[in-house]
């Protein structure tokens, strides 16, 4: 019997299964029970004989626009804040901990020993940007935009795939401006494996999925683990906790919480003009360095 989520959609089909983020009216940003859905999902996955390849994508017109914050963190409320403010010692609790943390369960996504090709359109921002990076293979259509808006106000880097992924030089100069990334740049500064035009990404993706297919599930699993295992040894969990602390402490600032104090009073739209208006950028780029909005996945 097909399993019914909230936020995602699960399907399989032969040995390839597909998670399809499915917000998107919301643009599917990131709201409990998301995480755990993921977790979910990629556990059916893995304890599936049949399945030898895993696709992340979303549906509508984005990957995913990363955290909802139009209210603060107030889904997560409870578990970071005590008497109605916020807790330095419950928020890094929570986010640090196995069974709690939002990046520790999209870290599923790099745990599971069966290959994950993330399938990037349209938005791929913030805190969607890093699950997305967790992937094995990530293919982007050449007009998505990926990036960490979050590196100018409210965070810090969660999974650490930036870091990992680019050169010291890129990694520095993501992680101080922020500035975005094409999926066309992405795959030229490799973040990304590669980058297609829209019209052909879902076909890509099928078609590589479908090689991968072809080899043995215990072959792509060691594989799998070997690569991993040598990021794990390069400090990767110990990265994604300082990094967890770090992003609860910059979501706490006297400027972060100004930030949202605007986002609830003056609608999330004021709050990112005055992020991003200055780099002109994201949504307060020129049309050609945004998603084109036609590009839509259907679920």
Not at 43 to 49: I, Q, S
Not at 61 to 68: A, I, L, P, Q, V
Request: glycine share 10%.
């Amino acid at each position: 019997m097909p399993t019914e989520f909230e936020t995602l959609l699960y399907k399989t089909d032969g040995p390839v299964a597909t998670i399809t983020l499915n917000r998107p009216e919301h643009l599917n940003t990131i709201v409990p029970p998301m995480p755990d859905e993921i977790e979910k999902a990629i556990g059916l996955a893995e304890r599936d004989p049949a399945v030898k390849v895993i696709v992340l994508r979303g549906a509508g017109r984005s990957f995913s626009g990363g955290y909802d914050f139009g209210g603060g963190f107030h889904h997560w409320s409870d578990a970071m804040n005590t008497d109605g403010r916020w807790d330095p010692g419950k928020d890094f609790a929570m986010v640090s901990a196995r069974e709690t943390g939002p990046t520790q369960k999209f870290m599923a996504i790099w745990r599971a020993s069966k290959p994950v090709i993330a399938q990037v359109h349209g938005w791929c921002v913030g805190g969607a940007s890093d699950y997305a990076l967790c992937a094995d293979i990530v293919i982007a259509s050449d007009d998505a935009v990926i990036g960490t808006p979050y590196a100018r106000m409210w965070g810090a880097y969660l999974t650490g795939m930036w870091l990992y992924r680019l050169s010291l030089a890129k990694a520095k100069w993501h992680s101080l401006t922020g500035e975005p990334l094409t999926g066309k740049e992405a795959a030229a500064t490799e973040l990304i494996n590669e980058s297609v035009p829209f019209e052909r990404l879902e076909a890509r993706v099928k078609e590589v999925a479908d090689k991968l297919t072809r080899i043995p599930l215990s072959q792509l699993q060691a594989q799998k683990l070997i690569v991993n295992q040598a990021y794990e040894n390069m400090g990767l969990a110990s990265t994604q906790t300082l990094g967890g602390i770090l992003d609860g402490l910059m979501r706490n600032t006297p400027e972060a919480l100004q930030f949202i104090d605007t986002a609830s009073n003056d609608g999330v739209r004021a709050a990112i003009e005055l992020r991003d208006g200055p780099w002109g950028d994201y949504s307060q780029g020129p049309p050609e360095r945004r998603p084109d909005p036609s590009h839509i996945i259907e679920p």
